[in-house]
């Protein structure tokens, strides 16, 4: 069984910077794709940003040049580094992992990311 924590949110001031880690335990040898998604409050849940075994990323055209995924060797570790933030990043981010390319399978418990204007 796969076990996904977050960690790294925390309040910012618009322009600066933060780095979000998700941990994976148990059954990584299985994960295929590995991303971060958020929810700000009232709005529906939103893919960031995503990254595959292989080492592919993908972003949402709202992060691009601004947020870089990557990830340790083993999938044990991603990284979201987040920069120049926006009012607008501020939500409750969640790391999750994809065993088959298709749904996201195992979910983090999610880290608040505040960014004051």
């Known amino acids: 069984q796969l076990r996904l924590v977050e960690s790294g949110g925390g309040l910012v001031q618009a322009g600066g910077s933060l780095r979000l880690s998700c941990t994976a335990s148990?059954?990584?040898?299985?994960?295929?794709?590995m991303g971060w998604l958020r929810q700000a409050p009232g709005k529906q849940r939103e893919r960031v940003a995503t990254?595959?075994?292989?080492?592919?990323?993908n972003y949402a055209d709202s992060v691009k040049g601004r947020f870089i995924i990557s990830k340790d060797d083993a999938m044990n570790t991603v990284f979201l580094q987040m920069n120049d933030l926006k009012p607008e990043d501020t939500a409750v981010y969640y790391c999750?992992?994809?065993?088959?390319?298709?749904?996201?399978?195992?979910w983090g418990q999610g880290t608040q990311v505040t960014v004051s204007s």
């Open positions: 148990g059954n990584i040898l299985s994960i295929k794709v």
């Open positions: 990254i595959t075994e292989s080492g592919s990323t």
């Open positions: 999750a992992a994809d065993y088959d390319y298709s749904t996201w399978d195992v």
